[in-house]
């Protein structure tokens, strides 16, 4: 190796070292360690990827297609307003075992979303078919078992402490390729407000994500799972640098949950609010430029218990910091009812912190979509003023008429709606269409639902 070879190789390694720090009497995994021999990954990789899985589904799914009203004439005078079929699907994606004792493999929701078989291949080449054990559609995350010995699990990092600038590697099977790894940096942490899922606090890489890598795992350089890779940005779905993750703290804690309830039972603190931005930093006279903005405290609710109050900014959870409202909406979420958390907040130009047990989510949240079928994928809760679309699935029914997340239904046919429970009755007693009157911000609207 000629001098300048070797000056570039220290300088990696010194970078690599820099990024992710060992302890001083740890051995160095991330790269060959012969004389003779370039910096590579391959001992690193060597070791985790054994645990990164390919997923292949097949099931069926309901297709609905509206039909034009001129058609409804050949289904009598009161055909339907839409043709729904079931059509067969196939599909690809990628998963990561985090349990080789109990065959635990975690994956995208939508990777395995009405599969009725799943069939994990891992890389040695064996084949078992996968039992679901849970789904949360608004985190995207779901859980798998199989049975099957001499598994290889990948170790969990604390995705808390990864830092912009960490050296990421995301391993996948793109298009169907079996084990393609690839490389970059932690280009942003706490992303949310995408549009992508229910709860956004993702974990952004420029290492290459593509689809069939939904599902796969993102590593540091210790072959720790940071992230599970979930969803990119580009045109026609092609990878142009910017993917996202779920960190592993959030995904540990939904599957925790998983685990135990058989299924996700989400956090709720009680609040409204939005971002700190620059104006209202002006107005209010803030000392911070991120963090959640509350602007209203729901009575009764977990955060009035404990003593948080509307002009409240809070600035970090469980000594974690939050930028933004959507990153606290989802770590509140992800954490479960029942949770304990330590909220830090300014007020009155002063930091304090408070404790708070995070209540559950509300019944009639869980039961919007039993109301009316175009209401599914809106969660709502009853407030002073009506009742209030907390949030709204991409590309469910509700969305597709048009709600959006804080909305408040204050009437159904002209008829006043002050609970869940007055929206409820005014759906089961309707005849034909229902005309919900929509207050959004300084406007009223009505959406129409059959």
Known sequence: MNKKLSLISTAIIAGLMLANPLPADAKIPFFSAAKDEMPTLAPMLEQATPAIVHISVEGSREVRQRLPEAFRYFFGQRGPNELRQEQPFKGLGSGVIINADKGYIVTNNHVIQDADNIQIRLKDGRTFKAKKLGTDSQSDIALLQIEADNLVQVPLANSDQIRVGDFAIAVGNPFGLE??????????????????????????????????????????LRGELIGINTAILGPNGGNIGIGFAIPTNMMKSLVDQIIEYGEVRPGSLGIRGGDVTADLTEAMNLNVSKGAWVNEVIPDSPAA?????????????????????????????????????????????KERTISVTLGGQNEATVSANEMHPMLQGASLSSSDKGVVIDSVEPNSAAAQIGLQADDIIIGVNRKAINSVNDLRKALENRNGIAALNIQRGKTNLYVLIR
Do not use: C, H, P, Y
């Open 179 to 220: 084990q393609t790894v690839t490389s970059g940096i932690i280009s942003a942490l706490g992303r949310g407000g995408l549009g992508i899922e229910g709860l956004e606090d993702f974990i952004q890489t420029d290492a290459a994500i593509n689809s069939g890598n939904s599902g796969g795992a993102l590593l540091n």
């Open 305 to 349: 218990k404990a003593g948080l109050k509307s002009g409240d900014v809070i600035i970090s959870m469980n000594d974690n910091r939050i930028s933004n409202f959507n990153e606290l909406r989802a770590k509140v979420a992800t954490l479960g009812a029942g949770k304990k958390a330590r909220l830090g907040i300014l007020r009155d130009g």
